[in-house]
């Protein structure tokens, strides 16, 4: 349980272990597996962080749209 505090911090360091030892299937190996799909979840919170983003810029522009086009007479 200590190890696994450590791993993901090291995770690009893990990548080359893990295609040399691809053929050792033994127990310790499925724990590594499910826990490296973690770093993609992490990209899909930054595509969410985008988005977000995106649409707090998209809803501002037609707030300010709308405020512009309200000053005309």
């Known amino acids: 349980m200590i ?16 295609i040399q030892n691809h ?4 127990g310790s190996r499925p724990l590594q597996e499910s ?4 770093r993609p979840s ?4 930054m595509k969410l962080v985008v988005k977000g983003f995106i649409t707090l ?4 522009i037609r707030e300010l749209d ?4 309200s000053l005309r007479p």
């Open 66 to 69: 709308r405020f512009f086009r």
């Open 35 to 38: 826990r490296l799909p973690a």
């Open 3 to 18: 190890t696994e505090h450590h791993e993901p911090r090291t995770i690009m360091h893990e990548q080359k272990p893990r």
């Open 23 to 26: 053929t050792e299937d033994s």
């Open 42 to 45: 992490a990209s899909e919170d």
């Open 57 to 60: 810029g998209a809803r501002a």
